[in-house]
């Protein structure tokens, strides 16, 4: 049994009441996520007796429904209690009783109706009680009014709840319950007008509330008198925004504002007015001010005001003024080069997509924040020094963007912290440049794997200059042919394209556009989308910048490509004298695209391209020829000039080893030079690779002092001492070049190694493995003896 006494039980179900109404009016949030607890299906615009049929195994509805019921019988009573007093102090007029008594009781009698459920008995009911209201309407005044009082209290209570359902009759209903009591009692039609202003304005939604406030007032002026129409709209409208609300939350936040300065705004956020008033329709000042100090001295309580903010209130603009604000407090704070690195774990809480006040520059700086760290991390001052390349150019990137955004707020805000990170990156270049100068150690300068950077790798790239001459001489010729450049994985040719600007004329403008990203595209749109982005970007990264306009976005969601086709029009147009070098690397992904899509519109675009944009030249780059493409490839690429990328020279594959960068030390022995390139046949990936594994040997020996740091140089011995970790690093590349062979060009493969010669019928694949540039002419060595070490390494371990 329940120890609950009946009393207590009572008050703890007005206690609920209560708060059901103070949700609804101020905590419309918290109510919605109150109700679905109660009911996954139910909502505040639902009524709850639609439910009736649950209310045996679903206690909570049941309640829920009851307290609703109640909510919008009673609480129009108690309301006109209290205001009737106050009206006839202020105004000094009378307040008629009588007609207020009389129309509530109606009310109650509505709502008792409502309750049945029975809609068809309700407008029976409605219409008798019309009927008899009509019938005595010329028998007397005196009846009239209390006839016409209990018929209007039905007519709106059963109009409320049957009409617009129980759940907007909470706060409906109650403001119009009050808004009817106090509107007869009163005597001014002013009055009138301001009561039922107040209810209807209070209840409304922001959306329909200016509208109806607007009929509102029409149609009082003409039932009612200009004075009424005017009062009660002006009033509904002041409801609508919550303005009787507003001004006391604005009072109140000033106060808080003021009085909590040194230290203290962290203790007020608990107090702030949208903790109890989620609906606060116009801005109030200082909160997104008081967010961002409290975060200084207590970074969790102002995120959880943040998340409290966005979750169960309209303040997400506040919030998003408090995360840029907070933002920008924490990018310009910092003063060492530790404090740069931590900014990405400070704020990874930060919403992702960020607020559209920080737009793409956070991002920047987050990534700028992690590439120091990566630098930080590297293992030698030269290194460090290096790796710091790539950040400060991006804040020199960053603060030239900045100067061009219409966003003053965002301008000046960025603007300061990206000088700031500057100054800061550039002192620690310095130092560890002088470090690494003083350094023991042999400066790690060699780059094996990812393409050649430009602006960070400088004069790494070697050789090549025939491919640049002769790329350069078909794309300015009368009918430039399609260029295709290809050869095989890890040859240099997207660290060729990087390189091609500062190789070529200036009248020559090369866009690189990577299709393995692009291909990520699901749909033409987003392909057509995609190859855009990259385009203006590639534009932006020129030695001499381009800045390319945007398309129009809606035509390209319409039809991605004719809308392509006409932008890249415009930009001919806008440029003339300028011939735009368009490079394709990976251009076998577009295969994907057409598969995926079942759509030949990407080649189709290709294909006007070239037929009719006379200053677009294409050039594809991958590792495969056409012969090894799909047989529909041939249709769309037409008069293709094939430009092989192979082995470097012996003296560029000699000058990458020996001066890789500037002033670096002769730390070879000729014998270690010849044997590396032996090894590698000037493959430059793996000269890369071996020449960097000497290197760390070399490092190690001296850390250990087995050699001179002045004085070491490497040895073919040496050379030979890093092979097993060469095939162990390099896995992936010489992994990938035995899955790309046929189960054939496999066995021959096998053969040889076991010592077998090739037979008459093995030309067709010894010719294939020869033009990949596995086998020699003769098919019976290896063109590069690291792979057939490789190879024998794979089939013991088989």
Same mark, same amino acid.
């Given at each position: 049994?329940?120890?609950?006494?009946?009393?207590?039980?009572?008050?703890?179900?007005?206690?609920?009441?209560?708060?059901?109404?103070?949700?609804?009016?101020?905590?419309?949030?918290?109510?919605?996520?109150?109700?679905?607890?109660?009911?996954?299906?139910?909502?505040?615009?639902?009524?709850?007796?639609?439910?009736?049929?649950?209310?045996?195994?679903?206690?909570?509805?049941?309640?829920?429904?009851?307290?609703?019921?109640?909510?919008?019988?009673?609480?129009?009573?108690?309301?006109?209690?209290?205001?009737?007093?106050?009206?006839?102090?202020?105004?000094?007029?009378?307040?008629?009783?009588?007609?207020?008594?009389?129309?509530?009781?109606?009310?109650?009698?509505?709502?008792?109706?409502?309750?049945?459920?029975?809609?068809?008995?309700?407008?029976?009911?409605?219409?008798?009680?019309?009927?008899?209201?009509?019938?005595?309407?010329?028998?007397?005044?005196?009846?009239?009014?209390?006839?016409? $009082? %209990?018929?209007? +209290?039905? *007519?709106? !209570?059963?109009? &409320? /709840?049957? @009409?617009?359902? #129980?759940? =907007?009759?909470?706060?409906? $209903? %109650?403001?119009? +319950?009050? *808004?009817? !009591?106090?509107? &007869? /009692?009163? @005597?001014?039609? #002013?009055? =009138?007008?301001?009561?039922? $202003? %107040?209810?209807? +304005?209070? *209840?409304?939604?922001?959306?329909? /509330?200016? @509208?109806?406030? #607007?009929?509102?007032?029409?149609?009082? $002026? %003409?039932?009612? +008198?200009? *004075?009424?129409?005017?009062?009660? /709209?002006?009033?509904?409208?002041?409801?609508?925004?919550?303005?009787?609300?507003?001004?006391?939350?604005?009072?109140?936040?000033?106060?808080?504002?003021?009085?909590?300065?040194?230290?203290?705004?962290?203790?007020?956020?608990?107090?702030?007015?949208?903790?109890?008033?989620?609906?606060?329709?116009?801005?109030?000042?200082?909160?997104?001010?008081?967010?961002?100090?409290?975060?200084?001295?207590?970074?969790?309580?102002?995120?959880?005001?943040?998340?409290?903010?966005?979750?169960?209130?309209?303040?997400?603009?506040?919030?998003?003024?408090?995360?840029?604000?907070?933002?920008?407090?924490?990018?310009?704070?910092?003063?060492?080069?530790?404090?740069?690195?931590?900014?990405?774990?400070?704020?990874?809480?930060?919403?992702?997509?960020?607020?559209?006040?920080?737009?793409?520059?956070?991002?920047?700086?987050?990534?700028?924040?992690?590439?120091?760290?990566?630098?930080?991390?590297?293992?030698?001052?030269?290194?460090?020094?290096?790796?710091?390349?790539?950040?400060?150019?991006?804040?020199?990137?960053?603060?030239?963007?900045?100067?061009?955004?219409?966003?003053?707020?965002?301008?000046?805000?960025?603007?300061?912290?990206?000088?700031?990170?500057?100054?800061?990156?550039?002192?620690?270049?310095?130092?560890?440049?002088?470090?690494?100068?003083?350094?023991?150690?042999?400066?790690?300068?060699?780059?094996?794997?990812?393409?050649?950077?430009?602006?960070?790798?400088?004069?790494?790239?070697?050789?090549?200059?025939?491919?640049?001459?002769?790329?350069?001489?078909?794309?300015?010729?009368?009918?430039?042919?399609?260029?295709?450049?290809?050869?095989?994985?890890?040859?240099?040719?997207?660290?060729?394209?990087?390189?091609?600007?500062?190789?070529?004329?200036?009248?020559?403008?090369?866009?690189?556009?990577?299709?393995?990203?692009?291909?990520?595209?699901?749909?033409?749109?987003?392909?057509?989308?995609?190859?855009?982005?990259?385009?203006?970007?590639?534009?932006?990264?020129?030695?001499?910048?381009?800045?390319?306009?945007?398309?129009?976005?809606?035509?390209?969601?319409?039809?991605?490509?004719?809308?392509?086709?006409?932008?890249?029009?415009?930009?001919?147009?806008?440029?003339?004298?300028?011939?735009?070098?368009?490079?394709?690397?990976?251009?076998?992904?577009?295969?994907?695209?057409?598969?995926?899509?079942?759509?030949?519109?990407?080649?189709?675009?290709?294909?006007?391209?070239?037929?009719?944009?006379?200053?677009?030249?294409?050039?594809?780059?991958?590792?495969?020829?056409?012969?090894?493409?799909?047989?529909?490839?041939?249709?769309?690429?037409?008069?293709?000039?094939?430009?092989?990328?192979?082995?470097?020279?012996?003296?560029?594959?000699?000058?990458?080893?020996?001066?890789?960068?500037?002033?670096?030390?002769?730390?070879?022995?000729?014998?270690?030079?010849?044997?590396?390139?032996?090894?590698?046949?000037?493959?430059?990936?793996?000269?890369?690779?071996?020449?960097?594994?000497?290197?760390?040997?070399?490092?190690?020996?001296?850390?250990?002092?087995?050699?001179?740091?002045?004085?070491?140089?490497?040895?073919?011995?040496?050379?030979?001492?890093?092979?097993?970790?060469?095939?162990?690093?390099?896995?992936?590349?010489?992994?990938?070049?035995?899955?790309?062979?046929?189960?054939?060009?496999?066995?021959?493969?096998?053969?040889?190694?076991?010592?077998?010669?090739?037979?008459?019928?093995?030309?067709?694949?010894?010719?294939?493995?020869?033009?990949?540039?596995?086998?020699?002419?003769?098919?019976?060595?290896?063109?590069?003896?690291?792979?057939?070490?490789?190879?024998?390494?794979?089939?013991?371990?088989?």
């Amino acid at each position: 049994m329940s120890n609950t006494s009946p009393t207590s039980g009572f008050w703890n179900y007005v206690a609920e009441c209560v708060r059901l109404l103070y949700w609804i009016y101020f905590k419309p949030f918290t109510f919605e996520r109150w109700l679905r607890d109660i009911h996954p299906e139910l909502k505040p615009k639902d009524n709850p007796f639609d439910k009736r049929a649950e209310f045996r195994t679903n206690p909570r509805l049941h309640r829920y429904a009851g307290q609703v019921w109640w909510l919008t019988a009673v609480v129009p009573m108690v309301a006109v209690l209290l205001v009737a007093p106050v009206y006839t102090l202020v105004s000094g007029e009378s307040f008629s009783w009588f007609r207020s008594c009389v129309f509530l009781m109606g009310w109650f009698i509505g709502r008792v109706v409502d309750r049945g459920g029975n809609k068809n008995r309700l407008v029976i009911i409605l219409v008798a009680v019309l009927t008899f209201f009509l019938a005595v309407k010329f028998l007397s005044g005196v009846a009239f009014d209390v006839v016409g $009082g %209990v018929a209007g +209290g039905v *007519a709106v !209570g059963v109009a &409320v /709840g049957v @009409a617009r359902g #129980v759940a =907007r009759g909470v706060a409906r $209903g %109650v403001a119009v +319950g009050v *808004a009817g !009591g106090v509107a &007869v /009692g009163v @005597a001014s039609s #002013v009055a =009138r007008g301001v009561a039922v $202003g %107040v209810a209807g +304005g209070v *209840a409304s939604s922001v959306a329909g /509330g200016v @509208a109806s406030s #607007v009929a509102f007032s029409v149609a009082g $002026g %003409v039932a009612f +008198g200009v *004075a009424f129409g005017v009062a009660g /709209g002006v009033v509904y409208i002041l409801g609508v925004l919550r303005v009787y609300f507003w001004l006391p939350e604005l009072l109140w936040i000033l106060t808080l504002f003021l009085l909590s300065r040194n230290g203290k705004r962290v203790n007020c956020l608990r107090y702030l007015p949208p903790r109890f008033d989620e609906l606060i329709i116009l801005p109030l000042p200082f909160m997104d001010v008081m967010i961002v100090e409290a975060y200084r001295n207590n970074p969790a309580a102002a995120r959880e005001t943040i998340d409290y903010l966005i979750s169960s209130t309209n303040q997400q603009k506040v919030a998003a003024q408090a995360i840029f604000g907070i933002a920008v407090d924490i990018l310009n704070r910092c003063q060492r080069l530790s404090d740069i690195v931590e900014i990405a774990n400070q704020l990874a809480w930060i919403p992702s997509p960020p607020p559209k006040e920080l737009g793409t520059v956070l991002p920047q700086f987050l990534d700028i924040s992690q590439n120091v760290r990566a630098s930080e991390e590297a293992t030698s001052p030269y290194r460090k020094y290096e790796l710091l390349k790539i950040p400060i150019n991006a804040l020199r990137q960053l603060g030239q963007s900045l100067a061009l955004t219409k966003n003053a707020r965002v301008a000046v805000s960025f603007g300061n912290a990206a000088q700031r990170w500057l100054t800061i990156l550039e002192t620690a270049q310095r130092t560890l440049n002088e470090q690494a100068q003083q350094s023991k150690e042999i400066r790690q300068v060699y780059i094996a794997g990812n393409s050649l950077d430009p602006e960070t790798a400088k004069n790494r790239f070697k050789g090549r200059k025939d491919i640049f001459e002769e790329i350069e001489f078909l794309t300015l010729s009368e009918q430039p042919p399609v260029l295709l450049l290809y050869g095989g994985r890890r040859t240099g040719k997207t660290s060729a394209l990087k390189y091609l600007p500062y190789r070529i004329q200036a009248n020559i403008v090369p866009l690189l556009v990577d299709l393995q990203g692009a291909a990520s595209a699901t749909t033409l749109k987003g392909l057509a989308e995609n190859l855009a982005q990259q385009i203006i970007e590639a534009a932006r990264r020129l030695p001499r910048r381009v800045y390319l306009p945007n398309p129009d976005a809606n035509k390209l969601a319409e039809d991605p490509f004719p809308a392509l086709q006409t932008w890249l029009a415009e930009i001919e147009r806008s440029n003339s004298g300028k011939q735009f070098l368009l490079c394709l690397d990976e251009y076998e992904r577009l295969g994907e695209v057409v598969e995926a899509t079942s759509s030949r519109a990407p080649l189709n675009f290709i294909r006007n391209l070239l037929q009719h944009q006379r200053k677009w030249i294409l050039l594809f780059s991958g590792s495969q020829e056409l012969s090894e493409l799909d047989d529909y490839w041939s249709d769309y690429l037409i008069n293709t000039r094939a430009l092989r990328m192979t082995y470097l020279h012996e003296l560029e594959a000699r000058d990458l080893i020996q001066q890789p960068v500037e002033n670096f030390r002769d730390i070879y022995e000729p014998t270690a030079v010849d044997e590396i390139i032996r090894l590698t046949r000037c493959q430059p990936y793996l000269v890369q690779l071996v020449c960097y594994e000497v290197v760390e040997l070399l490092n190690r020996d001296i850390r250990r002092n087995r050699r001179e740091a002045n004085t070491a140089k490497a040895t073919a011995q040496d050379v030979k001492e890093v092979i097993p970790v060469v095939l162990e690093r390099g896995d992936q590349y010489f992994r990938e070049l035995w899955k790309s062979l046929t189960d054939s060009d496999r066995s021959l493969l096998r053969r040889i190694i076991h010592g077998e010669t090739p037979t008459p019928q093995d030309k067709g694949v010894i010719r294939k493995l020869t033009r990949k540039e596995i086998l020699t002419q003769g098919g019976n060595t290896f063109q590069v003896p690291l792979v057939q070490k490789y190879i024998e390494q794979l089939l013991e371990e088989e």
